[in-house]
Nanobody, 122 residues
């Protein structure tokens, strides 16, 4: 099972930017669909973005489309989430996930990172 480690979270003002990184323990580009989810206090974990295995196809939640960009560095086995125009409602713990099938449900992923906190102040 692939191991995932996120980094890059922090505190930022509304309108600012952050880039999250997810380092994988093995090559993921052809085997796994990679995704970012987030979970705010008292809320369910929700889908943010994914990049389909063996392709550059990306899919985003409506709430982040046009502001967030998911990308992959195959040489570094790393997936990124560039977050621009951040809003207070983006505040959450962000998780990286890997799945053989992928999708918008957390149940489609069997490998998860430990999460990184993103806090957006108003």
């Amino acid at each position: 099972q692939v191991q995932l480690v996120e980094s890059g979270g922090g505190l930022v003002q509304a309108g600012g930017s952050l880039r999250l990184s997810c380092a994988a323990s093995e090559r993921t580009s052809t085997t796994y669909t990679m995704a970012w989810f987030r979970q705010a206090p008292g809320k369910e974990r929700e889908f943010v973005a994914r990049i389909i295995r063996s392709s550059d196809i990306t899919i985003y939640a409506a709430s982040v489309k046009g502001r967030f960009t998911i990308s992959r560095d195959n040489a570094e086995n790393t997936v990124y989430l560039q977050m621009n125009s951040l809003k207070p409602e983006d505040t959450a713990v962000y998780y990286c996930a890997a799945g053989l099938v992928g999708g918008s449900s957390p149940t489609a992923y069997n490998s998860w990172g430990q999460g990184t906190q993103v806090t957006v102040s108003s």
